[in-house]
């Protein structure tokens, strides 16, 4: 099949390409009504109130709370589970910076655990990880595909730690049958631009612990508990927060999102399993998946062990006009930000051996320095054809066997 060179890459948007009059429509009516801000103005519409209606019932779940972003809804989390100075978060070593930097800006310490084929946190590395001052384990579902949680869950429940979700770039995604998000205590969600379902930024949290989502609201909220809509007092539930509340035009933007995601991605889907067909002969090396079902269907990705020939693979495919990726090329605490973290953070010295400059170092969680490094990213846009699904599959049978 002889295929044309296609001079524009889709960009990793999801949610963004879908924005039309529907948002429109909803933006306008808060703009009219002259009530951007969520709890109070001069004709109030009530458009978070309904955004977390609306997510609820998606969900299933008892408790929806809208916030400023993804990174805000981990910290609201991980606030209302009593995380603080000194404890533990395990997360998992690969992935994007915001899910460890949200518990050091708690001022507790990340334990990275290393990640299996899947590219999400490996249970079967997990135990080693947990001491008595574990407070809480984040599990990220990275791009479109579930974690192992029934082994993970299973662990949690064994050390009594609860688990919070990073669904941030798995919305609508599942898990055997249960949408993800709602299997461990708290799940997180970002609806920044390039997100499955995109409101340019803000987030939310679910949970269908009554404690929990009070202090998470408490948290959000300047440490302020309202009755309604009324001004914020300060009571003895009340401890210190900050500012992560959403605004009426996100919410108005996410209740029209929301509408249009499960119909696109249901195109995903099927774009992914074209895609595979097309290919399915070939010698390729998948991530792997602990339910192809439930996958969102937003990228496909494999590994490549030739480092060099690797970067020769994505190289070739942009000039093609695909948008492949490296994305993460490397372990999170391989991160600059986190060498001589603990120059930076006094705190995190304490449980430090006075024989090691740093807390982190290469090797920590080999398979997740390895896989990142031979990772080849293909999102998969909302505004590829099947043509399109086509031509990405002729061009990987090429290149890549």
Wanted: hydrophobic residues 35%.
């Amino acid at each position: 099949m002889k295929v044309p060179v296609r001079k524009e890459l889709a960009g990793n948007f999801y949610g963004s390409y879908l924005i039309g009059n529907e948002e429109i429509k909803e933006v306008t009516e808060v703009l009219k009504s002259q009530s951007i801000f969520r709890y109070y103005g001069p004709n109030l519409l009530g458009k978070t109130d309904r955004f977390e209606q609306d997510l609820m019932k998606f969900h299933n779940v008892q408790y929806a709370l809208g916030v400023s972003s993804g990174t805000a809804a981990l910290k609201c989390a991980l606030k209302a589970l009593g995380v603080g100075t000194g404890d533990e978060v395990i997360v998992p070593a690969y992935g994007f910076i915001a899910t460890a930097g949200s518990v050091v800006s708690c001022n507790a310490i990340p334990i990275f655990c290393d990640v299996d084929t899947s590219l999400n946190l490996d249970p079967y590395d997990l135990e080693r990880h947990i001491t008595n001052r574990t407070k809480a384990i984040i599990v990220v579902h990275i791009m479109g595909v579930a974690a192992n949680m029934t082994h993970i869950k299973s662990i949690a429940d064994k050390y009594g730690i609860p688990i919070i979700e990073d669904v941030a770039q798995s919305f609508g995604g599942s898990y055997k049958g249960k949408r993800l998000g709602v299997i461990g205590d708290v799940g997180c969600f970002s609806f920044q631009a390039n997100k499955i379902l995109s409101t340019g930024e803000g987030g939310a949290l679910i949970t269908n612990n009554e404690k929990l989502y009070k202090r998470a609201k408490i948290y959000h909220d300047q440490g302020a508990v309202r009755i309604g809509n009324s001004f914020p007092n300060w009571n003895d539930e009340s401890f210190f927060g900050e500012n992560y509340r959403m605004n009426e035009i996100t919410a108005a933007i996410g209740i029209a999102q929301l509408k249009k995601i499960p119909t696109m991605l249901n195109k995903l889907k099927r774009q992914k399993l074209l895609l595979r067909k097309i290919i399915n002969r070939c010698d390729i090396n998948y991530r792997s998946s602990w339910d192809d079902n439930g996958d969102c269907g937003i990228s496909e990705c494999f590994f490549v062990e030739d480092l060099d020939k690797r970067d020769e693979i994505i190289k070739k495919l942009r000039e093609l006009g695909i948008n492949a990726h490296g994305y993460y090329s490397c372990a999170v605490y391989e991160n600059k930000l986190f060498l001589n973290i603990s120059d930076k953070y006094n705190y995190l010295d304490k449980q430090i051996d006075s024989e090691k400059k740093n807390r982190y170092k290469t090797g920590d969680c080999p398979k997740a320095e390895k896989l990142s490094r031979q990772a080849v990213w293909i999102p998969i846009s909302p505004l590829y054809s099947d043509d399109d699904i086509k031509y990405i599959g002729e061009i990987l049978k090429k290149y890549v066997t």
